[in-house]
């Protein structure tokens, strides 16, 4: 972009700031549910959402279509029609009576970004498009990223057709045509909607779920990694109950104490990866818990219930707490005389960001004078399109009181710098 593009850019951004506040106050409006709002994907407010977003994209002269799916889509045409297309966006649906910025955030930008460089006459290399994703927080059907694994071709007919809403056991095909989405026809299409053929680069604006950007002062952030994790879920550890008076040291089994002990011993591996390895390194103990029925203040605990969840950008670090959680459960086992059953964990592998889309969005943002850090952070569409070989980054955004409440806040001014990088990048991308 020359001088001149660049702040006629900056300027129509600025320009359609009053229309993105409009957009999100249209889809909470549709959506509001008590104190937050409610969007499952393929119900009647994550379809209006989508209308609301391919309405205003269509105002600004953008291209307006939808895939078979339900997805929306608007683009901005290229001087290549040939060359595979930049592609930006996120989640149109939400979590229950969750915040309005979660995935919204990153939908409008790529829309503002687009009717933003439309409006300063810019043409870019290649065609730019801007997602509505269906289902990343899934919240009928206990599957993320649902919308974006069925745009990529990565989800196979049998597990779609297996997909029940956790709560009514309603199919999702009947949820889908209820919104007028036919399921067979994402399985009579040719291939897959996007795919690393047509798509040169997957870029999607996403709120911080996390306090760093508050704590440091700073709007923006790009994605390093979207951490993996390993999970033990159900973790039980098994002791005798005793009469707490009566019983020595010496002969007590004590499962609260032997879980504490495990517990502080996870932690203090977790301060050293933290300072010497893996500053990604994550660990929560989401559950702790003796049986009601049975614990008493007069009794030696004899069973004592726990999860752990480790996450981590490092693949060696998951393996590292993983043997450590075996080793560690033997020798508190036999010195407490207690016994651990963790069950199998599950988990899912780090999703490394591509390098390259990382430094250019690094580099929008220094040469439009904007600060922003780097670190990793959690699940996000980006990551299936990453999976499916397309070149993928994420842009973090700096928001109060993190996700998935109805507290979530994100500033106008924090947004519009973001879809300032964003649009600089998609032009680098595409002139590149
Ligand atoms: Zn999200």
Known sequence: MTPGQQKALREAIGEMMPLAAEIFSEVRMVSQDRDGVTRPAWSAEDQAAGDILLRAARAQDLT??????GNTYASLKGRNTNAP????????????????????????????????????????????TAMGIRCEESVWFGIAYIGARLSVGAMERAEFDALRR?????????????????????????????SAANTKAFLELHIEQGPLLIEQATSLAVATAVRGNLRYGDGVCYGAYQHSAAAPRRLRQDAVLAVTELLQRLEALWHEIEDNDDPSAVFTVGKL???????????VPGECHFSLNFGST???????????VASLTAEIAARRRVRFALGDPVGSPPTPLDPNLRAKLSASARRLSIPCLEFATVGHDASIFARAGIP????LVRNGEGSHNPRESMDLQDFELGVNVLAATMIDLADG
Do not use: Y
Not at 64 to 69: A, G, L, S
Not at 172 to 190: C, N, Q
Not at 291 to 298: F, I, K, M, R, V
Not at 392 to 395: C, G, T
């Open 85 to 128: 297309a930049i592609l930006t966006g996120s989640h149109l649906d939400s979590v229950a009576r969750g915040g309005n910025f979660d995935g919204l955030a990153g939908a409008v930008a790529g829309v503002i970004a687009l009717a933003a460089l439309r409006r300063a006459g810019i043409v870019p290399g290649c065609e730019l």
């Open 64 to 69: 307006t279509r939808t895939d078979q799916i």
């Open 314 to 324: 490092e693949p060696r670090t998951l393996e590292r707490l993983a043997t450590a």
């Open 166 to 194: 956790l709560d009514s056991g309603r199919s999702l095909a009947a949820h889908m045509a209820e919104v007028g989405v036919v399921a067979d026809d994402i399985w009579r299409r040719d291939g897959p909607e996007i």
């Open 289 to 299: 818990f003796t049986d009601p029925e049975q614990h008493a203040l007069t009794k």
């Open 392 to 395: 993928a980054a994420v842009l």
